[in-house]
DNA sequence: TCTGGGGTCCTAGGACCC
DNA sequence: TCTGGGGTCCTAGGACCC
């Protein structure tokens, strides 16, 4: 019964393929525009226009620190996403620093204002957005705290909603989810479709209730659905049909396909493909010689051939902290850096509750070398002791570099509930009545029986591996550590659990 | 492009096991 | 023991994304 009317006409080379029985899905791709800075305008009225740069690492009247949003405002100007915050002085400056009596200070008209990140207010406001989504689709995909992907199939449909203004009495049945509102349709298509409605619905939702504008993509893919939320920002609304997704895709630069980077983008130029189109059509295996395999799954992405599931956003992989520092080549103050990452990084896997069986730091020298070392472990461990002693171990092969940048890492994680007792048998440690975990380091029974017990600790993992299932794992983000960090719980990596 | 911070996934080589 | 292949794990690096 969902037939997905195809709009834009003409059969695709490749596209729908085998898989032509398969119904069209319909999934939105709904990405905020300069996300913090509109959260900072939320809350600041006098910020309505003005030209908004929001600096992480920055501190008000300093020129330290990376943008890590421009409003369009301040796009306008030239400043963009992670560009030094001096730089982005020199071509905006400061409104604090336009003085009126003073004939060299620069014309209020040409400067911005600018912020340090507040990441904390801009979760608050991203959960505001979360409750939209999780209301209008069963199927959510969180990508970053701007960004997510709803497969909305259920709740909408393909078919052509009714043309003129009023209730056409077309063949349409069922009742339509939203009013079709009547202003300016993006997309290749001529005719509106239901998804249209809904995504207008989802859309203007977000920012009647949540106070903040969005951009959504429409299309019968992720990959589609995320170009086309991209392509008319901001405040956009772009519809792609099932049967013109590679018609309107193949006009766009290779750098515009999501997964195409700077240095895949030299390397197909250097094939002679520049659009999306000739990424589409371009020979597949020589695209595999090139890039390997993922040159012929970017070519398929380019010809709007992309049958991922939208999935839920799983629990995190890796948890680290980095930071940089004036190039030194001095020991004490890269181990005491060091030391500092690695507090944090163990802290805030204990606040997620969660175990890890790797080690790693990276050091960056200039110009920019990256180095990376890791050390597992025989079992998962939450030791904040630990992550210090292996990652000043690592550190030491760079005594004598100068670098710029450190970093600690842990991985392998593992959110078994600490409680787990019936996986060894064990107690899984002494803190029965210690309450606010300041126990010195907790490790799963299986691990710290193991590695206290035998060297070797190398059949760990057949038995360590295995045990948590996706279900069991997803119930973390809702007990143990979070404790007094209400509203945490879905820090920045949301897991809609 | 003189590069900030937090992630993901992929690849390739070596060790080790059978 | 110069010798075949397959599988898994670990480490390091690269590319990409927001």
Same mark, same amino acid.
């Given at each position: ?269 250097? $094939?002679?493909? !520049?659009? #999306?189109? &000739? @990424?589409? /059509? ?8 090139? +890039? %390997?395999? =993922? ?90 002791? $630990?992550?210090? !002693?292996? #990652?000043? &171990? @690592?550190? /030491? ?8 940048? +450190? %970093?600690? =890492? ?88």
């Amino acid at each position: 019964m969902t037939g997905g009317r195809t709009v834009g006409g003409e059969t695709l080379p490749g596209a729908g393929g085998e898989d032509a029985d398969a119904p069209d899905r319909v999934v939105c791709h709904v990405d905020m525009d300069c996300f913090y800075a509109s959260c900072e305008r939320l809350r600041h009225d006098d910020l309505d226009g003005e030209p908004v740069v929001v600096g992480m690492g920055y501190e008000p009247g300093e020129s330290i620190g990376a943008v890590a949003t421009a409003s369009y405002e301040a796009r306008e100007f030239g400043v963009e996403s992670a560009m030094p915050i001096s730089e982005a002085l020199e071509l905006l400056p400061r409104r604090a620093d336009a003085d009126p009596d003073d004939p060299d200070a620069p014309d209020p008209a040409e400067t911005g204002r600018y912020l340090p990140v507040d990441l904390d207010f801009y979760e608050a406001v991203a959960s505001e957005v979360k409750d939209v989504l999780r209301d209008c689709a069963d199927t959510r995909r969180e990508v970053s705290i701007d960004e997510a992907y709803l497969d909305v199939t259920d709740r909408t449909a393909w078919t052509v909603a009714g043309s003129g203004g009023g209730d056409g009495d077309d063949g349409v049945d069922g009742a339509d989810p939203a009013d079709p509102p009547p202003s300016g349709a993006a997309g290749p298509a001529e005719a509106r479709t239901l998804a249209e409605g809904y995504a207008r619905h989802v859309k203007e939702r977000i920012e009647r209730e949540a106070g903040v504008p969005a951009s959504v993509g429409v299309a019968p893919n992720m990959s589609a659905a995320k170009v086309a939320s991209d392509a008319d920002k901001p405040d956009g609304l772009v519809v792609v049909p099932p049967g013109s997704v590679a018609e309107f895709l193949a006009p766009l630069p290779t750098a515009d396909v999501h997964g195409v980077g700077p240095v895949t983008e030299r390397k197909l130029a250097e $094939l002679g493909v !520049e659009t #999306a189109g &000739d @990424l589409a /059509a371009a020979d597949r295996d020589r695209l595999a010689e090139a +890039l %390997g395999e =993922r040159g012929p799954e970017l070519s398929r992405r380019a010809a709007g051939d992309d049958d991922r599931e939208v999935t839920p956003t799983g629990l995190p992989k890796s948890l680290s902290r980095e930071s940089a520092l004036p190039t030194t080549p001095d020991e004490a103050t890269k181990r005491e850096t060091v030391s500092a990452l690695a507090a944090d990084v163990a802290r805030r896997a204990r606040e997620r509750g969660c175990l890890y069986r790797t080690i790693g730091i990276k050091a960056v020298e200039p110009p920019y070398d990256v180095n990376t070392r890791a050390k597992s472990l025989p079992g998962p461990v939450d030791d904040p002791d $630990l992550v210090e !002693e292996v #990652a000043l &171990d @690592l550190l /030491a092969e760079f005594d004598e570099t100068p670098v710029r940048k +450190l %970093g600690v =890492r842990v991985s392998k994680l593992d959110f078994a509930e600490t409680d787990q007792a019936t996986l060894g048998g064990f107690d899984a440690g002494e803190d029965a009545g210690g309450g606010s975990g300041d126990t010195g380091d907790r490790t799963r029974g299986a691990g710290a029986r193991t590695t206290a017990t035998d060297g070797d600790g190398g059949k760990l993992t057949d038995w360590v591996d295995g045990e948590p299932t996706a279900e069991e794992t997803d119930r973390d983000a809702t007990g143990d550590d979070a404790e007094r960090r209400t509203g945490d719980g879905q820090a920045s990596l949301g897991d809609w659990s």
